[in-house]
């Protein structure tokens, strides 16, 4: 019920810039609120981005605060990440996920639905 694409390479330089783009199906998203998650080899999954259900708010994990933006249109089943400015740091797998409420979290506990994930690779 969710899928995500990578919109461009999987491979960028540092510093380059790439988008994903996540769709879900609109019985489980359009009133939901969204996120993005990222794992990295050997590491947990972390919290990216989140937005809520109208789009209007937005909250960003620290170290791609600036650099990343999370974007979707009011009660959209779809949501963007574009990723800017890309360090070595950033690659991982990334997923998108369905919030169980209107807002997104930072929480993965909170969200009910996950896509298959995409990779991210970027050299140095």
């Known amino acids: 019920e969710v899928s995500c694409r990578r919109l461009g390479g999987g491979l960028v330089q540092t510093g380059g810039s790439l988008r994903l783009s996540c769709a879900a199906s609109?019985?489980?998203?359009?009133?939901?609120?969204m996120g993005w998650f990222r794992q990295a080899p050997g590491k947990e999954r972390e919290f990216v981005a989140s937005i809520s259900w109208s789009g209007g708010d937005t909250y960003y994990a620290e170290s791609v605060k600036g650099r990343f933006t999370i974007s979707r249109e009011r009660a959209s089943t779809k949501v963007d990440l574009q990723m800017n400015s890309l360090k070595p740091e950033d690659t991982a797998v990334y997923y998108c996920?369905?919030?169980?409420?209107?807002?997104?979290?930072?929480?993965?506990?909170?969200?009910?639905?996950w896509g298959q994930g995409t990779l991210v690779t970027v050299s140095s």
């Open positions: 996920a369905v919030s169980r409420y209107a807002y997104g979290s930072s929480q993965a506990g909170h969200y009910q639905y």
């Open positions: 609109k019985r489980t998203s359009s009133n939901n609120g």
